[in-house]
């Protein structure tokens, strides 16, 4: 599969099978995550697996029936103190880092047969006491992970704009 075929192919999963996931796909996902670009290689990153008891707890920061379908969940946190911030208006990249980490994240899951959800509405003070936190980290992302329990035609077609509308020449 190549890489357009492979983007492509990630949708966003919410009803998932109770099924683990072996560790050698989380650990092919972490690397995957682990070599993604950040600013100034800076990397303030830090990813925290969830499943069982706590992620029963981390339900209460996104109360949807679908999200308990998930056997794990991957927290992706940025770090504030480690982030590298723009000179010239202060800029911070905490977000961007995370976000592409997160990316390389879920393309890796789908490659390995895994589906995932990107979730941001959340509540994100709730989710940092329930996971004891320290202030300078956020929790940006929710990632739950784990076996499809959706038939592709369940899911739907992705609808995208016409790339005259996201590409400008000048």
Same mark, same amino acid.
Request: one cysteine or more; glycine letters at 4%; aromatic letters at 10%.
């Given at each position: 599969?190549?890489?357009?075929?492979?983007?492509?192919?990630?949708?966003?999963?919410?009803?998932?099978?109770?099924?683990?996931?072996?560790?050698?796909?989380?650990?092919?996902?972490?690397?995957?995550?682990?070599?993604?670009?950040?600013?100034?290689?800076?990397?303030?990153?830090?990813?925290?697996?969830?499943?069982?008891?706590?992620?029963?707890?981390?339900?209460?920061?996104?109360?949807?029936? !679908?999200?308990?379908?998930?056997?794990?969940?991957?927290?992706?946190?940025?770090?504030?103190?480690?982030? !590298?911030?723009?000179?010239?208006?202060?800029?911070?990249?905490?977000?961007?880092?995370?976000?592409?980490?997160?990316?390389?994240?879920?393309?890796?899951?789908? %490659?390995?047969?895994?589906?995932?959800? !990107?979730?941001?509405n959340f509540d994100a003070q709730q989710c940092k006491l329930i996971l004891s936190l320290p202030k300078h980290f956020e929790p940006i992302a929710l990632i739950p992970i784990?076996?499809?329990?959706?038939?592709?035609?369940?899911?739907? %077609?992705?609808?995208?704009?016409?790339?005259?509308?996201?590409? %400008?020449?000048?």
């Amino acid at each position: 599969m190549n890489f357009l075929e492979l983007a492509s192919k990630r949708t966003s999963v919410r009803q998932f099978q109770q099924r683990p996931v072996e560790q050698e796909k989380m650990d092919y996902m972490f690397k995957a995550m682990q070599v993604a670009p950040s600013a100034v290689n800076f990397q303030p990153l830090k990813f925290i697996v969830v499943s069982g008891e706590k992620m029963k707890e981390l339900h209460a920061c996104y109360p949807r029936n !679908w999200f308990e379908t998930a056997p794990l969940c991957i927290i992706a946190c940025g770090d504030h103190n480690r982030s !590298w911030k723009r000179s010239s208006d202060e800029k911070d990249y905490c977000d961007v880092d995370v976000a592409i980490a997160v990316t390389h994240l879920v393309l890796a899951a789908t %490659e390995q047969g895994l589906g995932t959800c !990107w979730i941001s509405n959340f509540d994100a003070q709730q989710c940092k006491l329930i996971l004891s936190l320290p202030k300078h980290f956020e929790p940006i992302a929710l990632i739950p992970i784990g076996y499809s329990n959706e038939k592709e035609e369940e899911q739907g %077609e992705k609808v995208r704009k016409a790339m005259s509308d996201l590409v %400008e020449y000048r």
